[in-house]
């Protein structure tokens, strides 16, 4: 059996996504780690740190916006304070940085929109563990097997 057209977009647009989350996450994993090992007042590692987590939280959730969009299934149900409610949300605040700005919704400690902290990832609106994000990318991972091994046998 193959794929119909649009259902075939579907997949293989997931599969980029998947692709792009789990490189972005490696990359900002590895500024991380140079930022914390580098001398104070370094601040590139952590430019490079949240941008990359920044661009994996922006593939992640658009990842999983395809799936549901293929599925007829919604990713979460609005204020249900789940984690992909908290990721969509991560996600709108990076993109809309200057209207967080301009609407004053950063915390006067913070000069961007979404910030690193000690457990993960933040906004003034929401927050994601490592722990969280990690799981979401493991569960995208083990999706995108399935699915590729899905378009292979169809193909």
């Not at 789990?22 to 500024?31: D, G, L």
């Not at 959730?61 to 908290?86: I, T, V």
């Amino acid at each position: 059996m193959r794929l119909e057209a649009k259902t075939r977009a579907y997949v293989f647009n997931f599969l980029r996504r998947a692709e792009g989350a789990s490189a972005a996450y490696r990359e900002a994993r590895a500024a991380l780690i140079e930022y914390i090992t580098t001398p104070p007042n370094v601040l590139s590692p952590y430019f490079r740190a949240l941008l990359n987590f920044e661009v994996c939280i922006s593939q992640c959730y658009q990842g999983y916006e395809l799936l549901a969009m293929a599925s007829g299934e919604k990713f979460f149900e609005p204020n249900d304070g789940s984690e992909a409610e908290r990721l969509q949300i991560l996600y709108v605040d990076s993109k809309h940085m200057d209207q967080m700005i301009d609407g004053g919704k950063i915390p006067s400690e913070a000069t961007a929109a979404v910030r690193i902290t000690n457990r993960g990832l933040e906004s003034s609106r929401a927050a994601l563990s490592f722990e969280e994000l990690l799981e979401m990318l493991l569960n995208m991972g083990r999706l995108a097997e399935r699915l590729a091994t899905l378009e292979a046998h169809d193909a």
